[in-house]
T-cell receptor, first 112, second 115 residues
Framework: GENVEQHPSTLSVQEGDSAVIKCTYSDSASNYFPWYKQELGKGPQLIIDIRSNVGEKKDQRIAVTLNKTAKHFSLHITETQPEDSAVYFC???????????FGAGTRLFVKA | EPEVTQTPSHQVTQMGQEVILRCVPISNHLYFYWYRQILGQKVEFLVSFYNNEISEKSEIFDDQFSVERPDGSNFTLKIRSTKLEDSAMYFCASVSLPGGNYGYTFGSGTRLTVV
């Protein structure tokens, strides 16, 4: 069945450093890849997404890249701040599909 | 900003009891979902709902689970006879177009504890 693998499970960085989270997906029909941030006690919140017709998308300090051939996609956070500390989930779905498959999550710690 | 509202935030129930988790999706959204997250684990798909019927469901969503949209605003998840392993955070989500086009808006979740 469909699967999304996410690495690392935990990531600790110094404030100001960059953080990179990587995901791979199994279903070649997947064409939409959202990223969610989950803070303690809250539901996941969409922070950025990418569709399969582009290879990269940037929004201020966060960027996502997609390699369709390799079925890899990544989240890059630059100039990390303590408030970036949270659990980040990658996910994959396809047009017309009725579900989104999530990765296992990455717990990011940004040390001040 | 529009929100998905879930109630209660925390529910404790005895094994074998029925529970109903409630959600109010964003008003102009048409597609509704329930996801489950066991403590510290991944967010797992349970069921999607559109046009007053289930669109897709996972293996987790067995005969003990049901969903309903009893009126124009609420979307409920019922677990008929709860088991210890049903203890988890349950998230409701909604979207205006089906997955594959837009990200979901999630509620804050209901923490279900089965004792």
């Amino acid at each position: 069945g469909e699967n999304v693998e996410q690495h690392p499970s935990t990531l600790s960085v110094q404030e100001g450093d960059s953080a990179v989270i990587k995901c791979t997906y199994s279903d070649s029909a997947s064409n939409y890849f959202p990223w969610y941030k989950q803070e303690l006690g809250k539901g996941p919140q969409l922070i950025i997404d990418i569709r399969s017709n582009v290879g990269e998308k940037k929004d201020q300090r966060i960027a996502v890249t997609l390699n369709k051939t390799a079925k890899h996609f990544s989240l890059h956070i630059t100039e990390t701040q303590p408030e970036d500390s949270a659990v980040y989930f990658c996910a994959a779905s396809y047009t017309g599909g009725f579900k989104t498959i999530f990765g296992a999550g990455t717990r990011l710690f940004v040390k001040a | 900003e529009p929100e998905v509202t879930q109630t209660p935030s925390h529910q404790v129930t005895q094994m074998g009891q029925e529970v109903i988790l409630r959600c109010v999706p964003i008003s102009n959204h048409l597609y509704f979902y329930w996801y489950r997250q066991i403590l510290g684990q991944k967010v797992e798909f349970l069921v999607s709902f559109y046009n007053n019927e289930i669109s897709e469901k996972s293996e987790i969503f067995d005969d003990q689970f049901s969903v309903e949209r009893p009126d124009g605003s609420n979307f409920t998840l019922k677990i008929r006879s709860t088991k210890l392993e049903d203890s988890a955070m349950y998230f409701c989500a909604s979207v205006s177009l089906p997955g594959g086009n837009y990200g979901y808006t999630f509620g804050s979740g209901t923490r279900l504890t089965v004792v």
